[in-house]
């Protein structure tokens, strides 16, 4: 195991969640999509734990317009990219908060409790903007 330091580990998990957040998860098969494109990361094909995916499906709001349900969305998807924390004991919760700004603009405020630490938070200020990039 690696020895971090605190702001080595705090560094290394925002970035986990930055991954977590905006890699493309496969949709389910209930997922409307565009076209028969699933996307996903061809490595969750072979997880070494049963049903564990890497990414959110975040992307899938980029055709949708930005109403109270769009939010509702956003903020489960983003609770399912981030259940790995507390899964793996990184964390004792998650608290995803959105909300929308405008006709065009939706902010995400994550706080995830460590298990060992103060709580990280991060504030993503324009989340559709990244949504709607590709």
Do not use: C, K
């Not at 290394?12 to 996903?40: H, K």
């Not at 608290?95 to 405008?102: F, L, M, Q, V």
């Not at 006709?103 to 409790?113: A, G, Y």
């Amino acid at each position: 195991m690696i020895d971090l330091t605190e702001d080595q580990r705090v560094a290394v998990l925002t970035r986990a969640v930055y991954i977590s957040l905006f890699s493309w998860r496969r949709a389910l098969d209930s997922d409307p999509v565009d076209d028969d494109e699933l996307q996903g990361w061809w490595g969750d094909t072979f997880p070494s734990v049963s049903g564990d995916q890497i990414g959110s499906r975040l992307w899938l709001l980029r055709r949708r317009t930005l109403t109270a349900d769009t939010v509702r969305d956003a903020i489960t998807y983003a609770q399912e990219a981030l259940a790995w924390l507390v899964d793996d004991e990184h964390a004792t919760a998650v608290d995803i908060r959105a909300e929308r700004r405008g006709n065009d603009q939706l902010r995400m405020r994550v706080r995830i409790d460590l298990v060992d630490g103060d709580p990280l938070s991060l504030d993503i200020e324009d989340i559709w903007r990244v949504i709607n990039a590709v």
